[in-house]
Nanobody, 126 residues
Framework: QVQLVESGGGLVQAGNSLRLSCTDS????????MAWFRQAPGKERDFVAH????????NYADAVKGRFTISRDNAGNTLYLQMNSLKPEDTAVYYC???????????????????WGQGTQVTVSS
């Protein structure tokens, strides 16, 4: 069973950095592609980044490419999102998500992921 808990959100000024964490209390973290999505007020939940179960392959939304880095620690069952050069438009609730084991297609789609955390708020002030 996958249970995801995010942490690390907060209020920062534009240009600063934050690192989000997502811990899975289950036993199959190392078999699952993991992703971060975000949802701003009044908007849909959008893809941010994903990382395959081995950590070898990553992909990013254009809006965060070059500023955000997704990584994982399979020994510690933890997913990370390092966010640098934050902008006010990055303000959103950030969610981590886990796919079924060995997912390899449609990794930027919400429907691919069947387990979600409760979200952590990131607010970037100008």
């Amino acid at each position: 069973q996958v249970q995801l808990v995010e942490s690390g959100g907060g209020l920062v000024q534009a240009g600063n950095s934050l690192r989000l964490s997502c811990t899975d209390s289950g036993r199959t973290f190392d078999l699952r592609t993991m992703a971060w999505f975000r949802q701003a007020p009044g908007k849909e939940r959008d893809f941010v980044a994903h990382i395959t179960w081995t950590g070898r392959n990553t992909n990013y939304a254009d809006a965060v490419k070059g500023r955000f880095t997704i990584s994982r620690d399979n020994a510690g069952n933890t997913l990370y999102l390092q966010m640098n050069s934050l902008k006010p438009e990055d303000t959103a609730v950030y969610y981590c998500a886990a796919s079924p084991p060995y997912a390899t297609v449609d990794l930027a789609k919400r429907r691919t992921y069947n387990s979600w955390g409760q979200g952590t708020q990131v607010t970037v002030s100008s």
